[in-house]
Protein backbone atom coordinates (compact mmCIF):
# COMPACT_ATOMS: atom_id res chain seq x y z
CA UNK A 1 0.00 0.00 0.00
CA UNK A 2 2.77 2.48 1.06
CA UNK A 3 4.72 1.52 -2.24
CA UNK A 4 1.80 2.37 -4.43
CA UNK A 5 1.20 5.88 -2.39
CA UNK A 6 5.11 6.38 -2.78
CA UNK A 7 4.52 5.79 -6.65
CA UNK A 8 1.28 7.70 -6.65
CA UNK A 9 3.39 10.57 -5.00
CA UNK A 10 6.11 10.25 -7.31
CA UNK A 11 3.94 10.19 -10.83
CA UNK A 12 2.40 13.35 -9.35
CA UNK A 13 5.24 14.80 -8.82
CA UNK A 14 6.52 14.55 -11.97
CA UNK A 15 3.44 15.24 -13.91
CA UNK A 16 3.80 18.63 -12.29
CA UNK A 17 7.09 18.96 -13.08
CA UNK A 18 6.63 18.02 -16.62
CA UNK A 19 3.58 20.82 -16.63
CA UNK A 20 5.33 23.73 -14.56
CA UNK A 21 7.91 25.62 -15.79
CA UNK A 22 10.86 25.98 -13.25
CA UNK A 23 11.44 29.77 -12.61
CA UNK A 24 8.72 32.14 -11.64
CA UNK A 25 8.92 35.06 -13.94
CA UNK A 26 5.92 37.47 -14.03
CA UNK A 27 4.23 37.44 -17.14
CA UNK A 28 1.72 40.99 -17.78
CA UNK A 29 -0.88 40.62 -20.11
CA UNK A 30 -2.44 43.66 -21.52
CA UNK A 31 -6.42 42.99 -22.09
CA UNK A 32 -7.52 45.42 -24.75
CA UNK A 33 -11.58 45.41 -23.99
CA UNK A 34 -10.97 44.78 -19.65
CA UNK A 35 -9.03 47.68 -19.79
CA UNK A 36 -6.67 45.72 -17.13
CA UNK A 37 -3.46 44.13 -17.19
CA UNK A 38 -3.78 40.58 -16.20
CA UNK A 39 -0.53 39.36 -14.13
CA UNK A 40 0.32 35.52 -14.32
CA UNK A 41 3.06 33.89 -12.32
CA UNK A 42 4.79 31.31 -14.63
CA UNK A 43 5.96 28.45 -12.04
CA UNK A 44 1.83 28.10 -10.81
CA UNK A 45 0.44 29.44 -14.35
CA UNK A 46 -2.29 30.92 -12.55
CA UNK A 47 -3.37 34.67 -12.42
CA UNK A 48 -2.70 36.35 -9.37
CA UNK A 49 -3.44 39.46 -10.29
CA UNK A 50 -5.22 41.91 -12.51
CA UNK A 51 -4.10 45.73 -12.76
CA UNK A 52 -7.09 48.12 -13.68
CA UNK A 53 -5.17 50.57 -16.67
CA UNK A 54 -6.69 53.22 -19.15
CA UNK A 55 -8.74 52.78 -21.84
CA UNK A 56 -7.92 50.18 -24.54
CA UNK A 57 -4.33 49.01 -23.52
CA UNK A 58 -2.06 47.56 -26.18
CA UNK A 59 1.46 47.61 -26.30
CA UNK A 60 2.94 46.42 -23.43
CA UNK A 61 6.96 46.40 -22.44
CA UNK A 62 8.89 46.91 -19.18
CA UNK A 63 11.58 49.00 -18.54
CA UNK A 64 15.20 48.36 -18.61
CA UNK A 65 15.64 47.58 -14.99
CA UNK A 66 12.24 45.91 -14.98
CA UNK A 67 10.67 48.38 -11.94
CA UNK A 68 7.73 49.29 -13.53
CA UNK A 69 5.14 48.41 -16.72
CA UNK A 70 4.67 51.10 -19.44
CA UNK A 71 1.70 50.48 -21.40
CA UNK A 72 -0.06 51.95 -24.82
CA UNK A 73 -3.38 53.04 -23.55
CA UNK A 74 -4.57 53.71 -26.95
CA UNK A 75 -7.82 55.32 -26.29
CA UNK A 76 -6.17 57.46 -23.27
CA UNK A 77 -4.03 59.13 -26.08
CA UNK A 78 -1.00 58.65 -23.27
CA UNK A 79 1.66 55.98 -22.47
CA UNK A 80 1.29 54.56 -18.56
CA UNK A 81 3.82 53.74 -16.49
CA UNK A 82 3.21 51.41 -13.84
CA UNK A 83 5.14 50.29 -10.64
CA UNK A 84 5.62 46.75 -10.62
CA UNK A 85 5.72 46.33 -6.69
CA UNK A 86 2.86 48.51 -5.54
CA UNK A 87 1.17 47.93 -8.77
CA UNK A 88 -0.06 51.57 -9.12
CA UNK A 89 -0.18 53.94 -12.41
CA UNK A 90 2.92 56.65 -11.15
CA UNK A 91 2.75 58.51 -14.51
CA UNK A 92 1.71 58.97 -17.77
CA UNK A 93 3.96 59.77 -20.46
CA UNK A 94 3.03 61.89 -23.36
CA UNK A 95 2.73 60.02 -26.21
CA UNK A 96 1.17 61.30 -29.07
CA UNK A 97 -2.43 60.32 -30.47
CA UNK A 98 -3.16 56.51 -30.48
CA UNK A 99 -0.03 54.51 -29.58
CA UNK A 100 -0.09 51.24 -30.20
CA UNK A 101 3.16 49.64 -29.86
CA UNK A 102 6.45 51.17 -28.71
CA UNK A 103 10.17 50.27 -28.19
CA UNK A 104 12.79 51.20 -25.50
CA UNK A 105 16.08 52.30 -26.60
CA UNK A 106 18.47 49.51 -25.68
CA UNK A 107 20.02 51.65 -22.62
CA UNK A 108 16.59 51.98 -21.51
CA UNK A 109 15.45 55.42 -22.60
CA UNK A 110 14.07 57.00 -24.78
CA UNK A 111 10.90 55.24 -25.74
CA UNK A 112 10.32 55.28 -29.33
CA UNK A 113 6.30 55.36 -29.99
CA UNK A 114 4.14 54.41 -33.41
CA UNK A 115 1.26 57.36 -33.28
CA UNK A 116 -1.89 55.27 -35.61
CA UNK A 117 -3.84 58.69 -35.99
CA UNK A 118 -1.09 61.00 -37.08
CA UNK A 119 1.55 59.72 -38.78
CA UNK A 120 4.33 59.96 -36.99
CA UNK A 121 6.73 58.04 -34.11
CA UNK A 122 7.00 60.26 -31.30
CA UNK A 123 10.35 60.17 -29.28
CA UNK A 124 10.13 60.51 -25.40
CA UNK A 125 12.59 60.54 -22.80
CA UNK A 126 10.76 58.71 -20.05
CA UNK A 127 13.06 60.44 -16.75
CA UNK A 128 12.38 63.68 -17.87
CA UNK A 129 8.62 62.90 -19.19
CA UNK A 130 9.64 65.04 -22.15
CA UNK A 131 8.98 65.09 -26.29
CA UNK A 132 12.38 64.82 -27.47
CA UNK A 133 11.18 64.38 -31.12
CA UNK A 134 8.54 63.85 -34.16
CA UNK A 135 10.06 61.22 -37.19
CA UNK A 136 7.35 61.51 -39.89
CA UNK A 137 6.51 58.25 -41.10
CA UNK A 138 4.22 56.92 -43.34
CA UNK A 139 0.17 56.02 -43.08
CA UNK A 140 -0.95 54.22 -39.91
CA UNK A 141 2.33 53.48 -38.07
CA UNK A 142 2.44 50.47 -36.36
CA UNK A 143 5.25 47.92 -35.39
CA UNK A 144 8.76 49.18 -33.95
CA UNK A 145 11.68 47.96 -33.93
CA UNK A 146 15.30 48.87 -32.92
CA UNK A 147 18.98 47.27 -34.14
CA UNK A 148 21.03 45.84 -30.99
CA UNK A 149 23.27 48.51 -31.26
CA UNK A 150 20.44 51.49 -30.84
CA UNK A 151 21.77 53.07 -33.42
CA UNK A 152 18.38 52.01 -36.23
CA UNK A 153 15.15 51.75 -35.33
CA UNK A 154 12.25 50.19 -37.75
CA UNK A 155 9.11 51.18 -37.51
CA UNK A 156 6.08 49.68 -40.50
CA UNK A 157 3.61 51.82 -42.18
CA UNK A 158 0.39 49.80 -42.43
CA UNK A 159 -1.24 51.65 -45.47
CA UNK A 160 2.01 52.82 -46.88
CA UNK A 161 3.14 49.28 -47.15
CA UNK A 162 6.93 50.01 -45.70
CA UNK A 163 9.27 49.46 -43.30
CA UNK A 164 11.01 52.67 -42.63
CA UNK A 165 14.67 52.60 -41.32
CA UNK A 166 14.97 55.32 -38.83
CA UNK A 167 18.19 56.96 -38.06
CA UNK A 168 18.05 57.11 -34.27
CA UNK A 169 20.50 60.10 -33.83
CA UNK A 170 19.29 61.90 -36.62
CA UNK A 171 15.98 60.95 -36.46
CA UNK A 172 16.01 61.20 -40.06
CA UNK A 173 14.43 57.96 -42.18
CA UNK A 174 17.66 56.92 -44.17
CA UNK A 175 15.70 53.98 -46.39
CA UNK A 176 12.57 52.63 -46.78
CA UNK A 177 11.50 48.91 -47.76
CA UNK A 178 8.45 47.89 -49.83
CA UNK A 179 6.89 44.73 -48.35
CA UNK A 180 3.07 42.89 -48.81
CA UNK A 181 -0.03 44.71 -47.63
CA UNK A 182 -0.54 45.74 -44.02
CA UNK A 183 2.93 45.47 -42.17
CA UNK A 184 2.43 45.12 -38.39
CA UNK A 185 5.48 44.24 -36.39
CA UNK A 186 9.35 44.50 -37.32
CA UNK A 187 11.49 43.04 -35.03
CA UNK A 188 15.69 42.67 -35.10
CA UNK A 189 17.65 39.45 -34.70
CA UNK A 190 20.14 39.23 -31.86
CA UNK A 191 22.68 39.65 -34.08
CA UNK A 192 21.38 42.93 -35.65
CA UNK A 193 22.17 41.05 -38.88
CA UNK A 194 18.29 40.55 -40.12
CA UNK A 195 14.63 42.67 -39.50
CA UNK A 196 12.03 40.34 -39.77
CA UNK A 197 8.78 42.06 -41.10
CA UNK A 198 5.16 40.43 -41.17
CA UNK A 199 2.50 41.54 -43.35
CA UNK A 200 -0.92 40.98 -42.44
CA UNK A 201 -2.98 40.64 -45.14
CA UNK A 202 0.21 40.13 -47.64
CA UNK A 203 0.36 36.77 -44.95
CA UNK A 204 3.81 36.87 -45.50
CA UNK A 205 7.21 37.36 -43.27
CA UNK A 206 9.79 39.40 -45.14
CA UNK A 207 13.75 38.74 -43.90
CA UNK A 208 15.09 41.83 -44.56
CA UNK A 209 19.15 42.33 -44.51
CA UNK A 210 20.15 44.98 -42.52
CA UNK A 211 23.17 45.74 -44.47
CA UNK A 212 21.81 45.90 -47.97
CA UNK A 213 18.16 46.93 -46.63
CA UNK A 214 16.80 44.37 -49.06
CA UNK A 215 14.65 41.59 -48.81
CA UNK A 216 16.40 38.87 -48.72
CA UNK A 217 13.65 36.05 -48.09
CA UNK A 218 9.80 35.83 -48.04
CA UNK A 219 8.25 33.57 -45.80
CA UNK A 220 4.95 32.63 -47.08
CA UNK A 221 2.56 30.03 -44.51
CA UNK A 222 0.12 27.27 -45.81
CA UNK A 223 -1.37 25.06 -43.16
CA UNK A 224 -3.33 22.25 -43.83
CA UNK A 225 -7.38 22.48 -43.64
CA UNK A 226 -6.88 26.27 -43.14
CA UNK A 227 -8.10 28.57 -45.43
CA UNK A 228 -5.51 30.97 -46.40
CA UNK A 229 -7.17 34.40 -45.82
CA UNK A 230 -7.30 33.51 -41.97
CA UNK A 231 -3.13 33.50 -42.13
CA UNK A 232 -2.57 36.76 -41.14
CA UNK A 233 0.75 36.97 -39.80
CA UNK A 234 1.48 39.90 -36.38
CA UNK A 235 3.65 39.14 -34.08
CA UNK A 236 7.63 37.93 -34.78
CA UNK A 237 9.94 36.30 -31.75
CA UNK A 238 13.47 35.05 -32.67
CA UNK A 239 15.19 32.95 -29.67
CA UNK A 240 18.19 34.78 -28.54
CA UNK A 241 20.73 32.39 -30.34
CA UNK A 242 18.09 33.31 -33.62
CA UNK A 243 18.07 29.88 -33.97
CA UNK A 244 14.21 29.73 -34.42
CA UNK A 245 11.94 31.97 -35.36
CA UNK A 246 7.81 31.98 -34.30
CA UNK A 247 5.06 34.08 -35.57
CA UNK A 248 1.63 34.51 -34.55
CA UNK A 249 -1.06 33.72 -37.55
CA UNK A 250 -4.35 35.92 -36.37
CA UNK A 251 -7.38 34.25 -37.39
CA UNK A 252 -5.91 30.86 -38.06
CA UNK A 253 -5.49 30.26 -34.72
CA UNK A 254 -1.61 28.95 -34.86
CA UNK A 255 1.80 30.14 -34.13
CA UNK A 256 4.33 28.92 -37.18
CA UNK A 257 7.93 27.99 -35.63
CA UNK A 258 10.64 28.81 -38.16
CA UNK A 259 13.90 27.83 -38.95
CA UNK A 260 16.21 30.71 -39.59
CA UNK A 261 18.63 29.15 -41.39
CA UNK A 262 16.70 27.58 -44.14
CA UNK A 263 13.39 29.89 -43.56
CA UNK A 264 11.24 26.60 -43.61
CA UNK A 265 8.33 26.54 -41.43
CA UNK A 266 9.34 23.19 -39.33
CA UNK A 267 5.80 23.45 -37.29
CA UNK A 268 2.25 25.16 -37.36
CA UNK A 269 1.12 25.13 -33.22
CA UNK A 270 -2.63 25.30 -32.56
CA UNK A 271 -3.33 27.95 -29.87
CA UNK A 272 -5.96 29.74 -28.83
CA UNK A 273 -8.02 32.32 -31.15
CA UNK A 274 -6.78 34.81 -33.43
CA UNK A 275 -3.09 35.11 -32.09
CA UNK A 276 -1.73 38.38 -31.86
CA UNK A 277 1.17 38.77 -30.19
CA UNK A 278 4.36 36.69 -28.44
CA UNK A 279 6.85 36.68 -25.56
CA UNK A 280 9.67 34.35 -24.21
CA UNK A 281 10.63 34.04 -20.52
CA UNK A 282 13.50 35.30 -20.13
CA UNK A 283 15.19 31.76 -20.30
CA UNK A 284 14.12 31.03 -23.78
CA UNK A 285 12.20 28.20 -22.36
CA UNK A 286 8.59 29.11 -22.96
CA UNK A 287 6.64 31.78 -25.17
CA UNK A 288 3.73 33.21 -24.36
CA UNK A 289 1.02 34.00 -26.65
CA UNK A 290 -2.43 36.37 -26.70
CA UNK A 291 -5.19 35.04 -28.48
CA UNK A 292 -7.65 37.82 -28.92
CA UNK A 293 -10.71 36.12 -29.14
CA UNK A 294 -10.61 33.29 -26.68
CA UNK A 295 -9.73 35.23 -23.75
CA UNK A 296 -6.98 33.43 -22.98
CA UNK A 297 -2.95 33.09 -23.54
CA UNK A 298 -1.51 29.86 -24.52
CA UNK A 299 2.34 28.78 -23.15
CA UNK A 300 4.50 26.61 -25.62
CA UNK A 301 7.22 24.81 -24.38
CA UNK A 302 10.17 25.79 -26.66
CA UNK A 303 11.75 22.42 -26.27
CA UNK A 304 9.12 20.01 -27.38
CA UNK A 305 7.44 22.52 -29.30
CA UNK A 306 4.01 21.90 -27.83
CA UNK A 307 1.36 23.86 -26.07
CA UNK A 308 0.86 22.63 -22.57
CA UNK A 309 -1.31 24.98 -21.01
CA UNK A 310 -4.24 27.53 -21.59
CA UNK A 311 -4.70 30.43 -19.13
CA UNK A 312 -7.67 31.98 -19.25
CA UNK A 313 -7.09 36.29 -19.16
CA UNK A 314 -9.30 39.11 -19.51
CA UNK A 315 -11.37 40.33 -23.06
CA UNK A 316 -9.07 40.34 -25.88
CA UNK A 317 -5.79 40.39 -24.71
CA UNK A 318 -3.43 41.97 -26.92
CA UNK A 319 0.43 42.39 -25.98
CA UNK A 320 2.55 40.52 -23.34
CA UNK A 321 5.81 41.05 -21.25
CA UNK A 322 7.81 38.91 -19.19
CA UNK A 323 9.61 39.87 -15.95
CA UNK A 324 12.90 38.24 -14.64
CA UNK A 325 11.06 37.68 -11.50
CA UNK B 1 -40.82 89.28 -40.12
CA UNK B 2 -43.88 87.20 -38.14
CA UNK B 3 -42.95 85.98 -34.83
CA UNK B 4 -43.94 82.64 -35.95
CA UNK B 5 -41.76 82.67 -38.71
CA UNK B 6 -38.80 84.43 -36.45
CA UNK B 7 -39.47 81.04 -34.33
CA UNK B 8 -39.24 78.64 -37.53
CA UNK B 9 -35.87 80.00 -38.32
CA UNK B 10 -33.98 79.84 -34.52
CA UNK B 11 -35.51 76.49 -34.39
CA UNK B 12 -34.08 75.67 -38.37
CA UNK B 13 -30.87 77.21 -37.21
CA UNK B 14 -30.56 75.11 -33.64
CA UNK B 15 -31.44 72.45 -35.79
CA UNK B 16 -28.75 72.98 -38.48
CA UNK B 17 -26.05 73.42 -36.23
CA UNK B 18 -27.26 69.73 -34.85
CA UNK B 19 -27.07 68.62 -38.06
CA UNK B 20 -24.01 69.89 -38.74
CA UNK B 21 -22.65 67.88 -35.93
CA UNK B 22 -24.39 64.87 -37.20
CA UNK B 23 -22.55 65.79 -40.49
CA UNK B 24 -19.02 65.89 -38.70
CA UNK B 25 -20.46 62.55 -37.23
CA UNK B 26 -20.85 61.36 -40.44
CA UNK B 27 -17.70 61.97 -41.61
CA UNK B 28 -16.21 60.13 -38.49
CA UNK B 29 -18.65 57.04 -39.56
CA UNK B 30 -15.32 56.27 -42.18
CA UNK B 31 -13.20 56.18 -39.34
CA UNK B 32 -13.72 52.50 -38.13
CA UNK B 33 -14.56 51.51 -41.96
CA UNK B 34 -10.94 52.86 -42.67
CA UNK B 35 -9.75 50.86 -39.74
CA UNK B 36 -11.95 47.86 -40.65
CA UNK B 37 -10.67 46.71 -44.29
CA UNK B 38 -7.16 47.31 -42.92
CA UNK B 39 -8.25 44.02 -41.25
CA UNK B 40 -9.55 42.56 -44.65
CA UNK B 41 -10.08 43.78 -48.23
CA UNK B 42 -13.54 44.36 -48.10
CA UNK B 43 -14.26 47.86 -48.19
CA UNK B 44 -17.80 47.73 -47.17
CA UNK B 45 -17.02 46.17 -44.16
CA UNK B 46 -18.07 48.27 -41.34
CA UNK B 47 -16.76 46.34 -38.09
CA UNK B 48 -13.11 46.59 -36.69
CA UNK B 49 -13.29 42.83 -36.10
CA UNK B 50 -11.34 41.27 -39.19
CA UNK B 51 -13.72 39.68 -41.39
CA UNK B 52 -13.42 36.56 -41.48
CA UNK B 53 -15.72 35.09 -43.98
CA UNK B 54 -15.43 31.09 -43.51
CA UNK B 55 -14.16 29.14 -40.47
CA UNK B 56 -11.94 25.84 -41.32
CA UNK B 57 -11.28 23.05 -39.79
CA UNK B 58 -7.52 23.45 -39.30
CA UNK B 59 -8.46 26.61 -36.84
CA UNK B 60 -10.57 24.70 -34.49
CA UNK B 61 -9.98 21.19 -34.94
CA UNK B 62 -7.42 19.54 -32.70
CA UNK B 63 -7.97 15.83 -33.38
CA UNK B 64 -7.00 13.70 -36.59
CA UNK B 65 -7.48 15.19 -39.78
CA UNK B 66 -11.05 15.86 -41.29
CA UNK B 67 -12.24 16.42 -44.37
CA UNK B 68 -15.02 19.75 -44.79
CA UNK B 69 -16.15 17.48 -48.04
CA UNK B 70 -17.14 14.45 -45.74
CA UNK B 71 -20.64 14.83 -45.02
CA UNK B 72 -21.13 11.43 -43.91
CA UNK B 73 -22.28 13.07 -41.11
CA UNK B 74 -25.91 13.65 -42.54
CA UNK B 75 -27.09 10.34 -42.54
CA UNK B 76 -25.68 10.26 -38.43
CA UNK B 77 -29.26 10.90 -36.69
CA UNK B 78 -27.31 10.66 -33.17
CA UNK B 79 -24.95 13.99 -34.28
CA UNK B 80 -27.16 15.44 -35.88
CA UNK B 81 -29.61 15.49 -32.73
CA UNK B 82 -26.26 16.16 -30.60
CA UNK B 83 -25.28 19.16 -32.79
CA UNK B 84 -29.09 20.46 -32.74
CA UNK B 85 -28.81 20.42 -28.94
CA UNK B 86 -25.81 22.06 -28.37
CA UNK B 87 -25.64 24.97 -31.24
CA UNK B 88 -27.89 27.33 -29.71
CA UNK B 89 -26.13 30.13 -28.13
CA UNK B 90 -28.53 29.90 -25.29
CA UNK B 91 -27.52 26.85 -24.30
CA UNK B 92 -24.29 27.48 -21.88
CA UNK B 93 -21.60 25.62 -22.54
CA UNK B 94 -21.86 23.95 -18.86
CA UNK B 95 -24.71 22.47 -20.47
CA UNK B 96 -23.46 21.16 -23.48
CA UNK B 97 -20.20 19.37 -21.79
CA UNK B 98 -22.74 17.34 -20.50
CA UNK B 99 -24.62 16.55 -23.59
CA UNK B 100 -21.26 15.81 -25.59
CA UNK B 101 -20.49 13.59 -22.27
CA UNK B 102 -23.61 11.70 -22.80
CA UNK B 103 -23.04 11.54 -26.72
CA UNK B 104 -19.58 9.84 -25.96
CA UNK B 105 -20.79 7.44 -23.11
CA UNK B 106 -22.96 6.43 -26.21
CA UNK B 107 -20.24 5.96 -28.57
CA UNK B 108 -17.35 4.87 -26.51
CA UNK B 109 -16.67 2.11 -28.84
CA UNK B 110 -16.52 4.45 -31.67
CA UNK B 111 -15.81 7.41 -30.31
CA UNK B 112 -13.33 8.71 -32.78
CA UNK B 113 -14.94 9.07 -35.57
CA UNK B 114 -18.65 10.11 -34.44
CA UNK B 115 -16.37 13.30 -32.76
CA UNK B 116 -15.32 13.89 -35.65
CA UNK B 117 -18.71 14.14 -37.77
CA UNK B 118 -20.34 16.22 -35.12
CA UNK B 119 -17.24 18.58 -35.25
CA UNK B 120 -17.72 18.58 -39.16
CA UNK B 121 -21.60 19.20 -38.31
CA UNK B 122 -20.87 21.76 -35.81
CA UNK B 123 -18.50 23.64 -38.28
CA UNK B 124 -21.08 23.33 -41.46
CA UNK B 125 -23.77 24.87 -39.71
CA UNK B 126 -21.68 27.42 -37.76
CA UNK B 127 -20.66 28.73 -41.56
CA UNK B 128 -24.46 28.30 -42.40
CA UNK B 129 -25.30 30.93 -39.79
CA UNK B 130 -22.21 32.76 -39.87
CA UNK B 131 -22.69 33.62 -43.43
CA UNK B 132 -26.21 35.14 -43.21
CA UNK B 133 -25.05 37.33 -40.54
CA UNK B 134 -22.43 38.17 -42.76
CA UNK B 135 -24.06 39.13 -45.32
CA UNK B 136 -26.75 40.94 -43.56
CA UNK B 137 -23.97 43.21 -42.18
CA UNK B 138 -22.85 44.27 -45.57
CA UNK B 139 -26.40 45.02 -46.52
CA UNK B 140 -26.54 47.13 -42.86
CA UNK B 141 -23.05 48.68 -44.05
CA UNK B 142 -24.27 49.60 -47.61
CA UNK B 143 -27.73 51.16 -45.98
CA UNK B 144 -25.97 52.97 -43.53
CA UNK B 145 -23.69 54.68 -46.03
CA UNK B 146 -26.62 55.32 -48.56
CA UNK B 147 -28.41 57.12 -45.51
CA UNK B 148 -25.31 58.98 -44.88
CA UNK B 149 -24.94 60.37 -47.82
CA UNK B 150 -28.38 61.66 -47.84
CA UNK B 151 -28.06 62.91 -44.82
CA UNK B 152 -25.41 64.97 -46.43
CA UNK B 153 -26.83 65.79 -49.46
CA UNK B 154 -30.20 67.19 -47.34
CA UNK B 155 -27.57 69.46 -45.16
CA UNK B 156 -26.26 71.04 -48.48
CA UNK B 157 -30.00 71.46 -49.53
CA UNK B 158 -31.19 73.07 -46.35
CA UNK B 159 -27.90 75.22 -45.82
CA UNK B 160 -28.79 76.69 -49.14
CA UNK B 161 -32.75 77.24 -48.47
CA UNK B 162 -31.24 78.93 -45.24
CA UNK B 163 -29.27 81.55 -46.82
CA UNK B 164 -32.63 82.35 -49.29
CA UNK B 165 -34.49 82.61 -46.18
CA UNK B 166 -32.23 84.99 -44.72
CA UNK B 167 -31.83 87.13 -47.61
CA UNK B 168 -35.37 87.11 -48.21
CA UNK B 169 -35.66 85.23 -51.54
CA UNK B 170 -37.43 81.96 -50.17
CA UNK B 171 -40.56 81.41 -52.51
CA UNK B 172 -43.32 79.40 -50.89
CA UNK B 173 -43.32 76.34 -52.58
CA UNK B 174 -39.18 76.60 -51.45
CA UNK B 175 -40.47 77.33 -47.99
CA UNK B 176 -42.56 74.04 -47.73
CA UNK B 177 -39.96 71.87 -49.54
CA UNK B 178 -37.43 73.48 -46.67
CA UNK B 179 -39.93 72.13 -43.86
CA UNK B 180 -39.84 68.71 -45.54
CA UNK B 181 -36.41 68.40 -45.83
CA UNK B 182 -35.82 69.34 -41.86
CA UNK B 183 -38.20 66.82 -40.87
CA UNK B 184 -36.62 64.02 -43.34
CA UNK B 185 -33.37 65.26 -42.04
CA UNK B 186 -34.45 64.64 -38.44
CA UNK B 187 -35.92 61.24 -39.10
CA UNK B 188 -32.71 60.28 -40.96
CA UNK B 189 -30.31 61.15 -38.46
CA UNK B 190 -32.54 59.53 -35.87
CA UNK B 191 -32.74 56.02 -38.24
CA UNK B 192 -28.44 56.48 -38.70
CA UNK B 193 -28.04 57.02 -34.47
CA UNK B 194 -30.10 53.95 -33.76
CA UNK B 195 -28.22 51.79 -36.72
CA UNK B 196 -25.14 53.25 -34.91
CA UNK B 197 -25.76 52.02 -31.74
CA UNK B 198 -26.49 48.52 -32.77
CA UNK B 199 -23.17 48.09 -35.07
CA UNK B 200 -21.48 46.89 -32.14
CA UNK B 201 -23.34 44.36 -31.23
CA UNK B 202 -23.89 43.50 -35.16
CA UNK B 203 -20.20 43.25 -35.30
CA UNK B 204 -19.57 41.07 -32.49
CA UNK B 205 -21.96 38.03 -33.79
CA UNK B 206 -19.73 36.00 -36.43
CA UNK B 207 -17.11 36.79 -33.06
CA UNK B 208 -19.40 35.33 -30.87
CA UNK B 209 -20.10 31.59 -33.65
CA UNK B 210 -16.34 31.87 -34.14
CA UNK B 211 -15.76 31.46 -30.14
CA UNK B 212 -18.36 29.10 -29.65
CA UNK B 213 -17.08 27.08 -32.11
CA UNK B 214 -14.12 27.00 -31.09
CA UNK B 215 -15.24 26.21 -27.36
CA UNK B 216 -17.62 23.03 -28.71
CA UNK B 217 -14.81 21.75 -30.34
CA UNK B 218 -12.23 21.89 -27.55
CA UNK B 219 -15.26 20.17 -25.55
CA UNK B 220 -15.21 17.45 -28.33
CA UNK B 221 -11.57 16.92 -27.77
CA UNK B 222 -12.11 15.95 -24.38
CA UNK B 223 -13.48 12.93 -24.99
CA UNK B 224 -11.56 12.20 -28.01
CA UNK B 225 -10.08 9.20 -26.76
Known sequence: ?325 | MKKNSQFLIKNRFSLSLFSLTIAAGLLNFAAPIKEAHAYSEDKNWPCIQGKVIKLSAGQMWRGNPVKETDFTWQQNEDVKKLVNKIIPRRVPLKETEKFIEEFAKQHQTNIKPQLEQSFLALLFETNKIRKEIIGGIGKFSTRQKSLSKRIVENRRKIAEFEKKDEAGTLTKEEDQQFGKLEQQLEWDIRIHEEREKSLEYVCESPVILEQRLFALSQQLKKFYK
Open chain 1, 1 to 325: MKVQLKQALLATALSILTISPLHAYTVYVSNEKDDTITVIDSKTLKVIDTIKVGQRPRGIILSKDEKYILVCSSDDDTVEVIDRKTKKIVKTLPSGPDPELFILHPTGNPLYISNEDDNMVTIVDIEKNKVLGEVPVGVEPEGMGISPDGKTIVNTSETTNMVHFIDSKSHEITHNVLVEQRPRVAIYNHSGSQVWASSEIGGTVNVIDNEKREIIKTIRFEIPGVTQDTVQPVGIRLLKDDSKAFVALGPSNRVAVIDTKTFKVEKYLLVGQRVWNLGFTPDDKYLYTTNGISNDVSVIDIKKLKVIKSIPVGRYPWGVAIAKD
